[in-house]
């Protein structure tokens, strides 16, 4: 067990902490705007979530820096990062704060692509992550800490970055799902 997985455990780890946090809104304090409330515990949550979050590079980048990669880390990596983004979306949908077809079908996509690279590894060939797909997890990072926070503190000037957010959120997750699979059709056809 080396440094990075270990911190990719902590990443798992930190996914009930943050679900946990995000359904029970307890209000110890809270900052209502614009008739928009977020609690205490969100706020929180959102704090656990970005650390969760930012702890992906973090794992890799030890990873790859100190020779540590291991077969446990390439399959735990992406298990934490499909944990830690779902349970944030089923968490939002429950709190009322995004439509369940968004989650559906972010979720969805996680699964097509990595069932693709279950494909893919069977045949000994490793899918990396595009570029493409590392703007889609920035974009969601963003959009679900928006979430969280009720659109604060965009909530002061009236500007709904949430519900924009949410929108490019969609295309650029569907769009690197489909580039995806188009750039790597022959996985599929063989």
Do not use: C
């Not at 969100?42 to 030890?62: C, H, K, N, R």
């Not at 693709?116 to 889609?136: C, P």
């Amino acid at each position: 067990m080396n440094l990075a997985n270990r911190i990719t455990l902590a990443r798992i780890f930190l996914v009930p902490v943050v679900t946990f946090l995000l359904l029970i809104r307890y209000d110890f304090w809270t900052v209502t705007i614009n008739h928009r409330t977020t609690t205490g515990s969100e706020m929180i949550a959102a704090l656990v979530f970005i650390l969760a979050a930012s702890t992906d590079g973090l794992d890799g980048y030890i990873a790859r820096k100190r020779q540590l990669v291991t077969n446990f880390g390439k399959f735990l990596d992406p298990i934490a990062d499909k944990l830690l983004i779902s349970a944030v979306l089923i968490s939002l949908v429950e709190m009322q704060r995004l439509s369940a077809w968004v989650a559906i079908l972010i979720i969805s996509r996680e699964f097509a692509v990595t069932g693709l690279r279950l494909v893919a590894a069977v045949e000994g060939l490793v899918i990396a992550a595009s570029r493409m797909a590392k703007w889609k997890t920035a974009v969601q990072i963003v959009t679900m800490v928006a979430l969280m926070l009720n659109n604060f503190p965009f909530s002061l000037i009236h500007f709904p970055l949430d519900q924009l957010a949410v929108y490019v959120m969609v295309v650029i997750t569907v769009w690197s799902g489909i580039d995806y699979f188009v750039k790597n059709k022959e996985v599929i056809q063989e």
